[in-house]
């Protein structure tokens, strides 16, 4: 016969072991599903490029519709962390209604998340084809800051620009297509040449 205190102790070793067991278990499963999840989901920030396309073409369309610009490179490489774009040899076509088409080329870009900013480095290279009412344009710089949205174009470096035969020399260039604003900052020298009739 079962005395009551070795009754006891079965009930409460009854319960325990389904409880130890629960317990256990419990444990063992989230253990497998960290590491499982580890697998998917990175422990830190990526940092590395995530993607590249080589030799890509870009179209980004103005308020109308109609092309404003194209966008161009040998290879595009993604950032993750900032969402930003590094590009080798870049070429932007300018085509905007309002302006007349222009052509600038680097070695090198790099472009922020929203497209808002383009930075162009190391010889950078614009040129505007001549029309019936202006000359040909060049201008050549190492860096070039490009704000597409606002139309404007500006550097700290030095600058050199060419209209026809005419050269004009400085450092720090600042050019808003929209208000046709155009400046050079300093050590500012050049030649004319008046146009050939």
């Known amino acids: 016969m079962i005395s009551g205190r070795t009754g006891l102790r079965f009930r409460i070793l009854a319960f325990a072991l389904p409880a130890i067991a629960l317990a256990l278990g419990s444990f063992w ?4 599903m960290r590491r499982s999840a580890g697998d998917f989901i990175p422990d ?25 610009y194209h966008f161009s490179g040998a290879k595009l490489t993604h950032n993750p962390k900032d969402d930003s774009y590094d590009i080798t040899l870049p070429v932007i076509n300018n085509l905007g209604e309002a302006t007349m088409p222009m052509t600038m080329r680097s070695e090198r870009a790099h472009v922020n998340s929203d497209n808002s ?4 480095f190391n010889n950078v290279q614009i040129d505007r084809p001549a029309s019936a009412t202006t000359q040909h344009l ?60």
């Open 117 to 120: 900013r383009i930075q162009l």
């Open 29 to 32: 499963l989230l253990e497998v």
């Open 44 to 68: 830190k920030e990526r940092s590395e490029p995530d993607f590249y396309v080589e030799k890509f073409s870009y179209v980004k369309l103005g308020k109308t519709g109609k092309v404003q």
């Open 138 to 197: 060049h201008a050549s710089s190492e860096y070039l800051l490009v704000l597409p949205d606002d139309e404007v174009m500006k550097t700290d470096e030095p600058v050199e620009i060419k209209l026809g035969t005419s050269t004009l020399n400085g450092v720090g260039m600042f050019a808003d297509n929209a208000t046709r604003e155009f400046r050079l900052t300093s050590n500012v020298h050049g030649t004319y040449q008046a146009p050939q009739r």
